[in-house]
């Protein structure tokens, strides 16, 4: 059949192996989404378990969709609603039972814009946030409306926030965030309803029940004027980002790759032409493939038929563009070129774009992004296809950070939430607190986390399988901190592990990662003396890193994850069916011991919490450096260091001397990318001394040094070792 397609059919299926090449597929693409869905349950699931239902966080953009690739750099766009505040959208509307302060919408115009009129400025409030909103509001037509310079997300993360349009930016190394706060309305404005409803009838797509569907999705306004005219200062802009999110989910492959063409050529093309720049944006190209698609079937869309459907969008931004009103899908009347056009760039344009659609094609030969000219010419670059793979894993490793951070998050302000203050002023502080009164911080921390589990067991899961499996997630982890933080006053009272705690860390073994739960159990029944059992777990987890390749290690106080792995290891790792079920068998968490849980960790690890004891206190945002006071060492190390503490106390030579040479398999943690590796050479330099290997454990202390100068249980180790060897000497008859 080859033999009988048309040129144009023909390049269009040499544009798809392209895509193929840069991951551009159903299954990277539903990867994505998933993995923003799992985002979104992960925090909400935070929330209920730290009862702070204030706010509620959703994932919208070419990110969060799978519409993007390498090269296209995208934004990650992030709403937050605040879940105080709502806006009502007709009168009769039913008041949120959540809602603190309530506003009207008034003088909505069919352009997306309206007013939020006070309707709570009347009742007194004691939340500190709810008392600022008194000082943004502006009187206008003897009623109080809320000026759109109002912001939720007010100096996020203790930073100095960047503002672009109605967006707070933050910029990290490897990415941009963009939030955005908003409000809830409690239902669409009428008119929107009916028109959109009313132009179904012409259109062949979205199809009837994804029409309810949208019709039933949440809308909000954020804090957006026109620009123009008296009241810019106190107009919010409606937006149907969770509509718009259920008609990209529609979308088949053709649709998607279609939709990145079209960015391809807005940025190679379109936004060259002299003073376009950023005319056509990115929700322009995603309107013009809305109304193109809605005139078409979506069977009609065939991958040998891509060029002509290019085309056909290219036609109808040409269209748009030279009457200069491009409708808005759900709100027709609010044209998004509206005071972007003029004589000048509207010629260029248009120039630009006949250009692009009389070449048949063959203009995408010139788009550099992704070297996507290079796999047009040549159908092959396994480069491309191999590191647009990692993108997507690295994608789900930030999402396995939002587990350990949040929880690391929690255990720290659960400790003593009280003495934060003095925390950010010194952080040595923590460390000598919990020196200080250890009991009463193990108790309120146990106290606390205990009400968090009680919370999370109260959520009802039942229609949301990712909600589910974040619940059951966080669960386990929280109860291994609980069983962990009681088998420490276990061991320092009695030396011994009671059975409510063994009941919670078995609990916290049920659905974790790989073997951070069953690894901490491991070493509180070493410390309790039950060196059978401590084998059999030891054994159990070692089958579990028998192909420890597979296994994706990740850090989650510093929020690092790993950059590279071989392309089979990737496909491992997303071709497991459930998100519960890659975090069970794939996801290797550092095990992480705070100050609580002293007496359940190794002395050899112990050091660890006091790494910033010789270091000059930082000032610094607190939760940035928490990690100092936390023992943190990556799963595979700690069981070979687990291994040979065990052996050794058995007194099977050959097995400890086995251990401690898989310990010191350093080629094996940089294949891997372990972090915390610091830490690691602190062990093995302690094994080495046990040993009687001095020198050799002060030079792993050394190494240990080059790679965290700053803040590193190393230097305590030195003096110890010089101590050790220097009592040595005097034993063996060596005076000073």
């Known amino acids: 059949m080859a033999h009988n397609l048309t040129k144009s059919q023909r390049l269009s299926l040499k544009i798809n192996r392209a895509f193929d090449q840069l991951s551009v597929n159903e299954e990277t693409i539903r990867y994505r989404r998933s993995c923003f869905l799992h985002i979104e349950c992960n925090e909400l699931a935070f929330k209920y378990a730290n009862d702070d239902l204030r706010s509620e966080g959703f994932y919208f953009g070419s990110q969060s969709e799978g519409t993007t690739t390498e090269g296209l750099h995208s934004d990650l766009d992030c709403v937050v609603l605040s879940l105080k505040i709502n806006v009502r959208t007709h009168p009769e509307d039913p008041i949120p039972k959540h809602s603190l302060y309530n506003f009207e919408m008034e003088n909505f115009t069919e352009q997306g814009y309206c007013l939020l009129r006070d309707t709570s400025f009347h009742m007194g409030h004691n939340d500190p946030f709810l008392r600022r909103i008194k000082d943004f509001l502006r009187p206008h037509s003897s009623h109080m409306y809320l000026k759109n310079s109002f912001q939720f997300l007010d100096n996020w993360h203790g930073e100095i926030p960047k503002k672009e349009g109605p967006a707070i930016l933050f910029k990290t190394k490897n990415e941009s965030i963009n939030f955005l706060d908003g409000f809830a309305c409690t239902s669409w404005p009428l008119i929107v309803k009916t028109t959109f409803v009313r132009n179904q009838t012409d259109r062949l797509w979205p199809s009837d029940h994804l029409l309810q569907d949208i019709l039933q999705s949440r809308c909000f306004v954020v804090p957006k004027g026109s620009d123009i005219g008296p009241n810019s200062d106190i107009e919010w802009r409606l937006s149907f980002s969770c509509g718009e999110r259920l008609l990209m989910f529609d979308l088949n492959i053709v649709h998607i790759r279609c939709y990145i063409l079209l960015k391809y050529i807005k940025t190679e093309f379109l936004d060259c032409v002299p003073n376009c720049k950023g005319i056509v944006s990115s929700y322009i190209c995603k309107n013009v493939l809305f109304h193109t698609l809605s005139q078409s079937l979506d069977s009609n869309w065939l991958e040998e038929d891509l060029l002509e459907h290019l085309n056909r969008c290219l036609q109808t931004m040409y269209q748009f563009i030279e009457d200069g009103n491009c409708p808005h899908f759900i709100m027709p009347k609010n044209n998004l070129l509206a005071n972007k056009l003029d004589e000048n760039n509207r010629f260029g344009l248009l120039a630009e774009l006949q250009r692009i659609i009389t070449s048949d094609g063959l203009a995408l030969c010139e788009v550099k992004i992704d070297e996507f000219d290079a796999l047009l010419k040549s159908n092959y670059l396994a480069r491309k296809y191999y590191y647009a793979t990692v993108t997507q894993l690295n994608l789900f490793y930030d999402i396995i950070s939002h587990f350990g951070w949040n929880l690391l998050q929690t255990v720290c302000y659960s400790s003593f939430k009280v003495l934060l203050s003095l925390c950010r002023e010194d952080p040595t502080f923590y460390s000598y607190l919990c020196d200080s009164i250890q ?76 073997a951070s739960a069953h690894l901490k159990l491991a070493s509180i029944l070493l410390l309790s003396g039950d060196l059978e059992c401590t084998d059999i777990l030891l054994k159990d987890i070692c089958k579990k890193f028998n192909n420890a390749a597979s296994i994706a290690h990740a850090c989650q106080c510093k929020r690092l994850s790993l950059k590279k792995r071989n392309i089979e290891e990737i496909e491992t790792i997303l071709n497991k069916q459930t998100f519960a079920e890659i975090f069970r068998e794939n996801i290797a968490f550092c095990v992480v011991y705070v100050p609580e849980e002293i007496y359940s960790c190794p002395k050899e690890l112990q050091y660890e919490m006091n790494r910033g ?54 080629e094996l943690y940089r294949h891997l990318e372990l972090q915390h590796l610091d830490t690691v050479m602190n062990l093995i330099g302690q094994c080495l001394e046990q040993e009687g290997r001095y020198n050799e454990a002060l030079k792993m202390y050394y190494r240990s040094l080059q790679i965290e100068p700053e803040y590193n249980a190393a230097k305590i180790l030195i003096c110890c070792n010089l101590f050790a060897q220097i009592e040595q000497l005097k034993r063996d008859g060596h005076g000073f």
Request: a neutral charge; one cysteine or more; hydrophobic letters at 40%.
């Open 439 to 514: 009991v009463d911080l193990c108790e309120i921390l146990k106290e606390t986390i205990i009400e968090k589990i009680y919370r999370l067991c109260s959520i009802n899961t039942s229609s949301n399988q990712r909600l589910t499996d974040s619940v059951k997630i966080l669960l386990c982890m929280h109860s291994t901190i609980v069983g962990s933080c009681q088998a420490s006053g276990d061991i320092k009272t009695d030396s011994c592990l009671s059975y409510e705690s063994f009941q919670w860390l078995l609990l916290g073994m049920q659905s974790t990662d790989v």
């Open 613 to 666: 004891a010789f270091s000059e206190p930082q000032q610094e945002y607190f939760m940035r450096i928490c990690w100092v006071h936390f023992a943190s060492v990556p799963q595979l190390p700690f069981m070979y260091f687990m291994q040979y503490k065990l052996y050794k106390k058995l007194g099977m030579k050959l097995q400890s001397d086995q251990a401690l040479k898989n310990l010191n398999n350093f």
